[in-house]
């Protein structure tokens, strides 16, 4: 390809897939040159290193899910609305995730330990920027008088989060969605507690 923007998003789609399925470890650069048709040389020109395109790769998984996620927030008009449509944003990703090989945060998350500290952090911002828009949907509610005032914003925000990353896992795992319907039902129960 001579194209060198388009050879960049080749090697960090196909890097991203094989990341998100096998693991930032277990993928290997020769696996990369493999699925991408490129050399080890292409690629280090594109990357400075390893590390390097894992961070690219999860940041650009990351924001394709966001984008599928703001998606289906902004068909919503209200807060109530907006944070159901999330939580039923996670529900569909086990039938039907943006990224293969699930959500590109918990997978991370699962890997980024001590010894891959840029992981960790990447993940970290990632986390923050999800955990971030849901308080400022709870905040726009409480602003427009669609939810109480007194809602400790950064409580519900990691239980919202938490819960649907968890039941994320949990499905995965048991190969049907009954957790990830359990806990939506009870975040939704939770939040007609918050609805003025």
């Known amino acids: 390809m001579r194209n060198p923007e388009a050879t960049r998003e080749k090697i960090l789609k196909k890097s991203g897939v094989l990341f998100n399925t096998k693991g930032y470890k277990a993928t290997s650069i020769s696996e990369i040159t493999e699925a991408t048709g490129f ?8 990357f400075k290193s390893k590390e390097d395109l894992e961070m690219e790769s999860l940041f650009q998984m990351s924001l394709l899910m966001m984008e599928a996620l703001r998606g289906r927030i902004k068909t919503e ?3 109530p609305g907006k944070l159901k449509a999330i939580f039923h944003f996670f529900e569909s990703y ?3 995730p943006v990224v293969k090989g699930g959500c590109p ?3 991370a998350a699962i890997e980024a330990d001590d010894a891959h500290p840029r992981l960790r952090k990447t993940a970290l911002k990632i986390l923050d920027i999800l955990h971030n828009s849901v308080v400022a949907i709870l905040d726009n509610g409480i602003r427009y008088k669609q939810l109480k005032p007194d809602i400790d914003k950064a409580y519900y925000a990691s239980v919202i989060v938490a819960s649907l990353e968890g039941a994320i ?6 190969g049907n969605n009954d957790d990830t319907k ?6 939704e ?8």
């Open 182 to 187: 359990r806990v939506i039902q009870h975040l």
């Open 105 to 107: 945060l918990m997978n």
């Open 77 to 79: 008009t209200t807060a």
């Open 169 to 174: 896992m949990m499905s995965k795992l048991r």
């Open 39 to 46: 050399t080890k040389g292409a690629i280090y020109r594109h």
């Open 94 to 96: 086990l039938s039907k």
């Open 189 to 196: 129960n939770q939040l007609k507690d918050l609805v003025l």
